[in-house]
């Protein structure tokens, strides 16, 4: 029997649950990592109570010395934390209890349903800002080397097929782009965080005179005027999880991103492509063939996307279908949100490893984007220029690589004569087309890989991450 360790409800109870039953229940094992969080909603919620008048100022510095003290317990990992107590509330509140009489007064018009939903937008909040950082370290990593390698040419791909050749930077900066909007989705998610739920109890409310505001206030539920947001409806603040799914949406697709990321640096360090080399630090090798050299930090980054890809359809399965309010089953949207954390953050920080270790090679860059068959869309608009029609252009083109193809030449290399055969608008400076640096020098527009474009956007991205 375990009736004790059910202080908090177990009054109308005459026999305590069994062994088993709390083994199966608990998640302090997992949401004690929400403990710093608690106890800034408790400090904040009995501050609260006592500007209200529910309890006095010195039940109020009482409750916030024994709060801070088990706080410290924690950080110096001297807390017995107890599976039998459930959960990290009542670990804490157990744990007060014994310290401070007016622990018995914190839970006054307050629910471990509106507790737990207030933990986590307080953690959601932290955490995007955690990632937030992690992913301008891999931003910068990622600005530095594209910064770095300007001057070398790579054929950009579609299909896995060579297309056009572009610069190394542009890629580069493609990524960053990924990176970048990650890192604002995180920020929104905090932003849909920042809505303070206490005050919502178990469901309804309070009868007691409380001050939603002063809460929310104290704990930095806040716009950017200051003013303190509050969540609207009480049903709602303990059934929503919505900020849960979109923590893990943000995540996911931040792993997509870095699969993406990974197969191109796959593919690069590949010795049939040998445009990259990857750093010692972030490769391994085989146990059985020791010419080998892996890049396992890739494939790594390109698994944990099906991973982050996975905690984001629990808790959609979680939710789904779920009578309002607040159900047991919300227990388990701990494990996988903490995960799509962890696992994120690591990526982030050994993305940013292995972008400072890579190495370019520019000359097998330059061979594979040297094919003159890269260059025949720029032949094509040669010809829109002369004032022939696109199609017709295009079909033209084609007929000269065509022609390349069966006299098994370089395109480049196809005598005049016999290209003007296929279309008369064909001038005799029509090779100066195969020059890669003039098409190249031409794509200056907005977004475009040429080198005055991409000084620009360097520019912008010195001044963005700072
Ligand atoms: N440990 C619980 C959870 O994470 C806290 C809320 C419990 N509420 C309740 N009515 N049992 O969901």
């Not at 305590?16 to 039953?21: K, N, T």
């Not at 993305?351 to 260059?375: I, K, Q, Y």
């Amino acid at each position: 029997m375990a009736k004790a360790s059910q202080a908090t409800w177990g009054g109308r109870f005459t026999a305590g649950p069994a062994e088993l039953m709390l083994q199966f229940s608990e998640s302090v094992s997992f949401d004690r990592r929400l403990a710093p969080f608690d106890v800034a909603g408790s400090k904040a919620h009995s501050a609260m109570l006592a500007h209200v008048g529910l309890i006095t100022a010195a039940e109020r510095d009482a409750i916030h010395a024994g709060l801070d003290a088990i706080h410290a317990e924690i950080i110096a990992g001297k807390f017995a934390w107890d599976t039998r107590l459930e959960d990290v509330h009542m670990n804490l509140e157990h744990a007060l209890t014994k310290r401070v009489p007016a622990a018995a007064k914190l839970h006054t018009a307050r629910s471990r349903n509106d507790q737990i939903a207030t933990d986590m937008r307080l953690w959601f909040k932290w955490a995007c800002g955690v990632l937030g950082e992690k992913l301008l370290g891999a931003e910068r990593a990622l600005l530095a080397l594209a910064q770095a390698n300007q001057a070398v040419l790579i054929p950009g791909y579609t299909h896995l097929q060579r297309a056009q050749p572009v610069s190394l930077a542009h890629h580069l900066l493609a990524w960053l782009e990924m990176l970048e909007r990650d890192r604002a989705r995180f920020a929104d998610v905090a932003d849909h965080a920042n809505w303070c739920p206490l005050g919502s109890g178990a469901i309804a409310g309070t009868t007691l005179p409380i001050d939603r505001e002063f809460t929310a206030r104290a704990l930095g539920f806040t716009d950017a005027k200051g003013r303190p947001r509050v969540t609207a409806n009480s049903m709602d603040a303990v059934a929503d999880r919505d900020v849960h799914v979109e923590f893990a949406a943000a995540a996911a697709l931040f792993g997509v991103h870095l699969s993406r990321i990974a197969e191109d640096l796959i593919l690069w360090s590949s010795a049939e492509f040998g445009f990259a080399t990857l750093s010692d630090a972030f490769s391994t090798g085989s146990s059985l063939m020791p010419q080998k050299k892996n890049p396992d930090a890739c494939e790594l980054l390109r698994g944990k996307a099906a991973r982050l890809q996975g905690n984001l359809q629990t808790l959609l399965s979680l939710a789904k279908g779920l009578p309002l309010t607040y159900n047991r089953d919300l227990q388990e949207d701990k494990p996988p949100v903490f995960d799509s954390f962890d696992q994120s953050a690591i990526c982030a920080d050994v993305l940013a490893g292995v972008l400072g270790g890579l190495t370019f090679h520019a000359e097998r860059c330059a061979a594979a984007a040297s094919d003159p068959a890269l260059l025949a869309t720029d032949l094509a608009d040669y010809l829109v220029e002369q004032g022939v029609p696109f199609r017709e252009a295009h079909h033209a083109v084609g007929a000269v690589v065509r022609l390349a193809e069966k006299h098994t030449i370089r395109l480049d290399h196809l005598p005049l004569e016999e290209v003007q055969q296929v279309h008369p608008a064909f001038k005799a400076d029509w090779v100066q087309v195969f020059d890669p640096r003039r098409g190249l020098a031409k794509r200056a527009g907005t977004g475009m890989p040429g080198p005055a474009q991409i000084a620009r956007q360097l520019k912008r991205w010195r001044r963005q991450l700072g």
